[in-house]
């Protein structure tokens, strides 16, 4: 820190000054930016296996299983898809996920809590088929969304 701080704005406009001074003439053109190149490395190549491995159906796909979560909550859970009709013309069928909480050995379920409306569609099969593309990501958000909910009502 600068011992007088009356001399610390003239500091500020002369860094501020040659920053401009420095600069190179602008050419007049567009030019593209390639982010990925003036921040480095893109990072690793993400295989198709691990892609897959990113979304609810791929997952089970993959493993021939359900996805096992830690809830928000230190219990253990899996998950399921369900199909409900609406009522609603423009979208007849919405799916919801079905999380059920496992004792901690494992030995049974506990019980379940559920998520919101996820995915509509015009069949059960297609509101099944658009939750099986939500990632393992947006699961667990609504997993833990779905354990905040019931615990705010057993608070009640």
């Not at 939500?134 to 009640?156: C, M, S």
């Amino acid at each position: 820190m600068l011992e007088d701080d009356d001399k610390a704005p003239d500091l500020f406009e002369e860094v501020e000054r040659r920053a401009f001074m420095d600069m190179p003439a602008d050419d007049d053109q567009d030019h593209d930016v390639d982010l990925v190149a003036a921040f480095g490395d893109a990072g690793p190549e993400v295989d198709a296996a691990t892609a897959q491995d990113m979304t609810l159906g791929g997952y089970v796909a993959l493993h021939n299983r359900p996805p096992a979560f830690s809830g928000s909550d230190q219990q253990p859970y899996t998950v399921d898809i369900d199909v409900e009709p609406t009522g609603d013309a423009e979208r007849p069928y919405a799916a919801f996920l079905v999380f059920l909480r496992w004792a901690e050995t494992g030995a049974g379920i506990m019980e379940h809590t559920e998520s919101g409306d996820v995915a509509f569609g015009d069949t059960p099969e297609a509101a099944r088929d658009r939750t099986l593309e939500l990632t393992l990501y947006e699961v667990k958000a609504e997993l833990d969304a779905a354990i905040r909910r019931k615990r705010e009502i057993l608070e009640d």
